[in-house]
């Protein structure tokens, strides 16, 4: 019994506790690359004029094979690009007061959302993630994000934002193997208007979550370590 989510023999909840009442998003899942990419070629980012030369010059050099330095840095994604270029696992923890989302990817990539009804700091220090708060609609789960530094990018592209980015997610699972995330990007100093796009995470199958769950990548060291999974006993008939 974890006191979480008690289950009986027959599988029906038992545990009384409210967390118990919360969809069960247990297990590991991937962003559909695919549909993230198709999603920000067909919805582009409403920049602002004046920053239109700057991002153009961007997307030759990246065509070129000169990228921006996110990822050759090695610095963390941060949001939104953990989830509008991330092709790596996550999980969804939900304890009382918070929901953690764990990722693979530089060994400690993960976000603290916080469900205990407590608000934004009025003055935030800039992070990777920023800060997050959230609440739930029926087994819809609303996160609001503030508090954010100007390091990291929105999409697979590189545009760029500013330290007043606020940041809507709405995570909700439309059926068993899916849930859906729809993201709204809001930065009155980079982009015209309020820019939303809707993104799927797939449940991994069962063999290839147990070779991911725990899994981490090292930038600097350019290597994946993987816990090694003990054999199965051979069985003789």
């Keep these: 019994e974890d006191g979480i989510r008690d289950r009986d023999v027959t599988g029906v909840q038992t545990c009384a506790l409210p967390i118990c009442a919360l ?10 690359w695919t549909d993230q990419v198709a999603q920000v070629q067909s ?3 409403p920049w602002k004029p004046e920053y239109g030369a700057r991002i153009a010059r961007m997307i030759a050099d990246d065509v070129a094979g000169r990228p921006a330095g996110l990822f050759v840095n090695c610095l963390p994604e941060g949001m939104p690009s953990w989830m ?8 969804f923890l939900f304890t009382p007061g918070r929901v953690t989302i764990l990722g693979e990817s530089d060994g400690n990539r993960l976000r603290r959302i916080y ?4 608000g934004h700091p009025d003055d935030p220090a800039p992070t ?6 959230g609440h739930w609609e029926k087994d819809t789960f609303v996160v609001e994000s503030n ?3 100007d390091k990291t ?3 697979a592209i590189g545009h760029p934002h500013g330290e007043k980015l606020r940041l809507t997610e709405r995570y909700h699972r439309r059926d068993f193997g899916h849930i859906e995330l729809q993201l709204t990007v809001n930065d009155p100093d980079w982009y015209e208007k309020p820019w939303s796009v809707t993104l799927l995470l797939e449940m991994t199958c069962v063999t290839a979550a147990r070779s991911v769950a725990g899994s981490y990548v090292i930038c600097l060291m350019k290597k994946r370590f993987t816990p090694r999974l003990p054999t ?6």
């Design 232 to 237: 199965a006993p051979s069985i003789k008939v």
């Design 115 to 118: 469900t205990d009804g407590r």
């Design 43 to 45: 919805n582009p980012l």
């Design 147 to 149: 508090g954010f530094n």
């Design 128 to 133: 990777f993630h920023g800060h997050s708060i």
């Design 84 to 91: 509008l270029i991330n092709h790596n696992a996550l999980e």
């Design 153 to 155: 990018w929105i999409d």
């Design 23 to 32: 969809p069960d998003w247990s297990g590991v899942w991937t962003p559909n």
